[in-house]
């Protein structure tokens, strides 16, 4: 067990209850917790989650950790944010969830975000001078909160601002985005 690269590290990921993209949420997870992390995901109720394939056909259901309400951010390493655009649609409107990005970024603990999760980011108002990736449509919500720029490409690491932000596009993009994702968790 020791010799796994992650043990030690504690991973948050951040979900609602119904459409987060199922790779975007299964894979970081099972890659992590392979490569030793402790991820605990949690979700707005303490209900399954549904994940969905594309956005539209149902996946998976995964059983929460813990939810927005009881966590503790402080206890976790890195917090994570799966896409899906009904999950990240949805997670921008949850307070709690929002207050947990606010924690991450004030703290200088790095964040991890996939396809449309950047949009809790942007309404968390966290990304002022960063340069990240997304899924295409949510560039110009980026570039409106105060980003620096948004760059088409497979994965992006930033460090400006006081936090490490690891960024994707896709589904396509995971084993860059986890590359990225392990970099920063090891080097936090």
């Known amino acids: 067990m020791s010799d796994k690269p992650l043990n030690g590290h504690r991973v948050l990921v951040l979900v609602t209850n119904y459409g987060v993209e199922q790779d975007e949420l299964l894979v970081p997870v099972g ?24 956005d539209k056909d149902p996946g998976e259901t995964v059983e929460p ?28 409107l949850q307070q709690r ?24 980011l942007v309404e968390a108002d966290v990304l002022r001078g960063k340069t990240l990736t997304s899924y295409p449509s949510v560039r110009t919500d980026i570039r409106n909160a105060g980003a620096r720029d948004w760059v088409d490409e497979a994965v992006v690491s930033d460090s400006a601002g006081g936090y490490t932000l690891v960024t994707s596009r896709t589904p396509g993009d995971l084993d ?8 920063a968790l090891v080097g936090s």
């Open 65 to 92: 950790t813990t939810t927005f309400e009881t966590l503790n951010p402080d206890e976790y390493q890195l917090l994570l944010i799966p896409g899906g655009t009904i999950n990240a649609d949805q997670l921008r």
């Open 176 to 183: 860059d985005f986890l590359g990225g994702v392990s970099r």
């Open 31 to 54: 890659r992590l917790r392979e490569d030793g992390a402790e991820v605990i995901i949690a979700a707005e109720a303490a209900e399954p989650v549904q994940t969905l394939v594309g």
């Open 97 to 120: 969830a929002l207050e947990t990005v606010k924690a991450f970024a004030a703290s200088g603990r790095p964040i991890a975000a996939i396809c449309h999760g950047p949009w809790a």
